[in-house]
């Protein structure tokens, strides 16, 4: 019984953990020029994920953009994912040549940007720079 009680609270505590962090995460949105111009405008600190379906090194990016905006210094960052392959226009217009690109603005100023990284400390500290 006394296992058991152990067990639960764990549980209730576990849960109650991942919604706080749920509710400090950075807000993931699909692209779109109007909603990041808004962004700029705004001032906010901006993530744009250029990802391709295909591409190991974006999978490999990914769980660590996961991981790292659920943090709650980042919950004001908004992170944008940009399809390489279907959104060119908006590719070019970032003046990006390759998936796994990953570009931070502090409103209209890009701050950073890298080709290829998966190493968890980089990222953090390229998200850092949009802060």
Excluded at 7 to 36: Q, R, Y
Excluded at 68 to 79: H, I, M, S
């Amino acid at each position: 019984m006394v296992r058991l009680r152990a067990l639960m609270i764990a549980i209730v505590a576990g849960v109650t953990m991942f919604a706080s962090l749920s509710a400090s995460a950075a807000e993931w949105k699909t692209f779109d020029a109007a909603s990041f111009a808004e962004a700029q405008k705004e001032g906010k600190p901006i993530l744009v994920d250029i990802f391709a379906v295909w591409c190991p090194v974006c999978r490999a990016q990914n769980p660590i953009l996961v991981q790292l905006t659920r943090e709650p210094k980042y919950e004001d960052l908004v992170a944008f994912k940009l399809d390489f392959d279907k959104q060119k226009d908006d590719v070019r217009a970032l003046n990006a040549q390759n998936q796994s690109t990953l570009i931070v603005f502090k409103g209209e100023t890009e701050t950073g940007r890298s080709v290829g990284d998966t190493d968890k400390d980089s990222i953090a500290a390229l998200l850092d720079k949009a802060l």
